[in-house]
């Protein structure tokens, strides 16, 4: 059973940096493709950013791409979002999740373990 636990997030005002972590429990963490969901107030879930098992595909939702960086450290069981740039619009928790597969996807209906969250708010 996977369980998954995100860590990192703040308050911090606009064009700040933070890096986000998701430690998994898993085992077998580099048969999971991991992905990063944020969730603004009033808002669906929205996929970020995911990494394939392999780590060599990753994809990023447009309005993060050149910002935001994701990467995993298979041997540490962890995945990371590195967050520059940050704007108020990217407030909202974060979550990251997993799902034994093998490509990359950036809908919340493609995986099936989930963490509990972490909050980024950035200030205008």
């Known amino acids: 059973q996977m369980q998954l636990v995100e860590s990192g997030g703040g308050f911090l005002q606009t064009g700040g940096s933070l890096r986000l972590s998701c430690a998994a429990s898993a085992v077998t963490f580099n048969a999971y493709t991991i992905a990063w969901f944020r969730q603004a107030p009033g808002k669906e879930r929205e996929g970020i950013s995911c990494?394939?098992?392999?780590?060599?595909?990753?994809t990023y939702l447009d309005s993060v791409k050149g910002r935001f960086t994701i990467s995993r450290d298979n041997a540490k069981n962890t995945v990371y979002l590195r967050m520059n740039s940050l704007k108020h619009e990217d407030t909202g928790v974060y979550y990251c999740a997993a799902q034994p597969m093998v490509y990359c996807s950036l809908s919340p209906r493609s995986y099936s373990f989930w963490g509990q969250g972490t909050q980024v708010t950035v200030s205008s």
């Open positions: 990494i394939a098992r392999s780590g060599g595909s990753t």
